[in-house]
């Protein structure tokens, strides 16, 4: 996984991610390519893999990187 990837967001384990070892619940360090970190893609998560969709219901009930 490229982890300057846009796709690579910081998200937080939540219900909302459902099947936590799922490759749609993500997590990655790179908050800074996130640009905006008030975009809603700016978000965190806890599993490594990558997102498809950051809209889809295992990648909603993130929170900005900002922190």
Do not use: T
């Amino acid at each position: 996984m490229d982890l300057s990837s846009p796709q690579c967001v910081k998200c937080e384990k939540a219900a909302e991610c459902g099947d936590l070892s799922s490759p749609q619940c993500v997590k990655c360090e790179k908050a800074a390519e996130c640009g905006d970190l008030s975009s809603p893609q700016c978000v965190k998560c806890e599993k490594v893999a990558e997102c498809a969709d950051l809209s889809s219901p295992q990648c909603v009930k993130c929170e900005k990187a900002a922190e």
